[in-house]
């Protein structure tokens, strides 16, 4: 297919995904002091089945770590799974930083904020699942902790991935624990899973270098935060990645995927041809759809 044909059905798949009005949550519950340590729940649009219990559905935003792009443009895809019969709980964290040129200079022509915060970002994710079950158990009484499935698309695939595998962590890494986190799995939708393929790639112009703090620091913190190099994690991990992605190549899911299967992991992985980033969580999409089923695989 022509670059010009991919590249237009590129900003159409974007395009419409952004085009669904943000849907409120049930409840929003804070798990710390900072504005953005916040999770907004979701209670399933749908009667729940025997023994009046659903699984729970824990979702990591994209956008690149960055500060604009926070949870609000996800909410159509947590409210989608809400209506399929889903518990969810949309996570929001701190991104971001400094816009380059701030400090009241204006920022260079074409520049954009920097990725993430280090270790702001990992903090709070940290936070969040590990004030989880208390939180859950007030907004949604009807979620099965025990049916948990972490998702996140694009930069909260990344995170979705490394919040799994905190179990195997180096040892002094503040957000280690002592045993996995009790998922029933993870499906990271177009990760930024495997951060050397992403910076030869300049995936995001250069997002996985900037949230470990530059290339002054990158090779020092990818063992923190490169989820390519935090395997095996004994979870079962699914990748959900559109063949068309202009934003996250497959080149970087199908990077993790040899890295699992070179520590004696498998991974699956779901190649949706003719896709590309946004459609994984836009509900008017097919490939939606395809997301939630993997999700029901699991967590059912």
Same mark, same amino acid.
């Given at each position: 297919?022509?670059?010009?044909?991919?590249?237009?059905?590129?900003?159409?798949?974007?395009?419409?995904?952004?085009?669904?009005?943000?849907?409120?949550?049930?409840?929003?519950?804070?798990? &710390?002091?900072?504005?953005?340590?916040?999770?907004?729940?979701?209670?399933?649009?749908?009667? %729940?089945?025997? @023994?009046?219990? #659903?699984?729970?559905?824990?979702?990591?935003?994209?956008? %690149?770590?960055?500060?604009?792009?926070?949870?609000?443009?996800?909410?159509?895809?947590?409210?989608?799974?809400?209506?399929?019969?889903?518990?969810?709980?949309?996570?929001?964290?701190?991104?971001?930083?400094? #816009?380059?040129?701030?400090? @009241?200079?204006?920022?260079?022509?074409?520049?954009?904020?920097?990725?993430?915060?280090?270790?702001?970002?990992? $903090?709070?994710?940290?936070?969040?699942?590990?004030?989880?079950?208390?939180?859950?158990?007030?907004?949604?009484?009807?979620?099965?902790?025990?049916?948990?499935?972490?998702?996140?698309?694009?930069?909260?695939?990344?995170?979705?991935?490394?919040?799994?595998?905190?179990?195997?962590?180096?040892?002094?890494?503040?957000?280690?624990?002592?045993?996995?986190?009790?998922?029933?799995?993870?499906?990271?939708?177009?990760?930024?899973? $495997?951060?050397?393929?992403? @910076?030869?790639?300049?995936?995001?112009?250069?997002? %996985?270098?900037?949230?470990? @703090?530059?290339?002054? /620091?990158?090779?020092? /913190?990818?063992?923190?935060?490169?989820?390519?190099?935090?395997?095996?994690? &004994?979870?079962?991990?699914?990748?959900?990645?559109? /063949?068309?992605?202009? #934003?996250?190549?497959?080149?970087?899911?199908?990077?993790?995927? $040899?890295?699992?299967?070179?520590?004696?992991?498998?991974?699956?992985?779901?190649?949706?041809?003719?896709?590309?980033?946004?459609?994984?969580?836009?509900?008017?999409? $097919? *490939?939606?759809?395809?997301?939630?089923?993997?999700? *029901?695989?699991?967590?059912?």
């Amino acid at each position: 297919m022509p670059d010009d044909v991919v590249a237009a059905r590129a900003v159409a798949e974007e395009e419409s995904a952004f085009a669904h009005p943000p849907v409120d949550p049930d409840v929003t519950l804070a798990y &710390g002091d900072q504005p953005d340590q916040v999770i907004d729940f979701y209670v399933p649009r749908v009667e %729940a089945g025997p @023994g009046g219990s #659903v699984p729970l559905v824990v979702v990591l935003h994209g956008g %690149a770590w960055r500060a604009p792009y926070d949870r609000r443009h996800i909410t159509p895809f947590a409210d989608f799974l809400a209506r399929r019969g889903f518990a969810v709980a949309n996570v929001e964290y701190r991104r971001g930083g400094p #816009v380059p040129g701030a400090d @009241g200079a204006p920022a260079p022509e074409g520049t954009s904020p920097v990725a993430g915060r280090w270790p702001d970002t990992f $903090d709070d994710v940290a936070a969040a699942l590990d004030a989880l079950p208390d939180l859950v158990r007030e907004a949604l009484p009807q979620a099965d902790a025990r049916r948990t499935v972490l998702t996140g698309h694009s930069a909260g695939g990344h995170l979705a991935l490394w919040a799994a595998a905190r179990h195997v962590l180096p040892a002094d890494a503040p957000w280690r624990t002592a045993r996995p986190v009790p998922l029933r799995g993870v499906v990271a939708l177009a990760p930024i899973a $495997d951060f050397a393929v992403a @910076g030869k790639l300049d995936v995001c112009g250069g997002a %996985a270098c900037q949230l470990l @703090g530059g290339e002054d /620091r990158f090779e020092e /913190r990818r063992p923190y935060a490169d989820p390519a190099l935090l395997l095996p994690t &004994g979870i079962a991990t699914t990748l959900v990645q559109g /063949r068309a992605d202009l #934003v996250v190549p497959e080149a970087v899911a199908e990077a993790y995927a $040899d890295a699992a299967a070179k520590a004696g992991e498998v991974v699956g992985v779901t190649l949706l041809e003719d896709v590309g980033h946004f459609p994984l969580i836009d509900p008017a999409a $097919d *490939a939606c759809a395809v997301v939630a089923e993997e999700i *029901a695989q699991l967590a059912w």
